[in-house]
């Protein structure tokens, strides 16, 4: 009984050939030694060579194009020589990521098919293009009057700026540096889970009755050279703490009646001023001790 030979060129449902190009990636990308590890920073434009490869005598070069290499193949192109270049202007923050593995095959130039496949890993470095920026352009906060020396602002405790950029390129530093002529207040950071807090401190005591608010001009700095930087506004408004007496004005009153006049007879009206505001300006008046007279 004579058995039947299987052909190789077995022909294979169109699903099978997805099956079956993604096993012979995962094969390539497993089974392949890196061939280099490239850095480069954004900002390329398109074009710029990344890499290129030793020529071989009878050796082209090409990148797999299968799915699982779609974004690398959307940024960049090897031609047969194997010069890697970019598609497109290379940036750090692209939601496609900033490492691509991309899988260079090279093949005898004889042969349509088959070849040996290596990793080429590109790595895009970040660059200080992107400056710190606060969500808002105004902040209001507030504080009462006579605070210790080093008491935070309340009303800030979620404010920070963020960056695109990363590493020593973020959020470095807050500053006053507008609004703080009298020096009253202070900043510094907390940091929590890598984001920086802005918080505001008094750095001498306040009087409301001085200044009743403050806008300070804070600006945000990141840490590249040369260093990018900007800036929001934060009114603090100073609450009353009732530390006024009220004054006569004058403080004396002098005056003549008549005897015998009416009981009830308007003699004279004082008036009192109190430098506080609200409930803790409000003025009662009476004699201390009482007065048999009047």
Known sequence: MRRKRISPCVRFPKSCHILVGFICFTFFVQNS??????????GLPPGSAVLKLKRKPGIVYSLHRDSSTADGLSLF??????????KVTLDYEDERGNEFDLLVI????????GGFGSIVRVRILDRNDNPPKFPNDLYTCSMLENSGIGTYVQGLENVFASDLDSGKN????????????AGKFDVDVKELDGVKFLRLKTKAPIDREETPFFVLTV?????????????TQIRVNILDENDQTP????????????????????????????????????????????????
């Open 170 to 181: 973020s959020v470095r530093k807050y500053s006053i540096v507008g609004g703080n002529e």
């Open 33 to 42: 030694t890196s061939l280099e590890t490239v850095e480069i920073f954004e």
């Open 77 to 86: 192109y090897i031609d047969s020589n194997g010069v890697l270049t970019s």
């Open 106 to 113: 090279s093949r005898e130039i004889s042969k349509a098919e």
């Open 247 to 294: 004054t006569f004005e004058p403080p004396i009153y002098s005056v003549a009646v008549s005897e015998n006049v009416p009981v009830g007879t308007s003699v004279t009206q004082v008036k009192a001023f109190d430098s506080d505001v609200g409930t803790n300006a409000e003025i009662y008046y009476y004699f201390k001790p009482e007065d048999e007279f009047f």
């Open 219 to 231: 600006k945000v700095e990141d840490g590249g050279i040369p260093s990018l930087s900007s800036a």
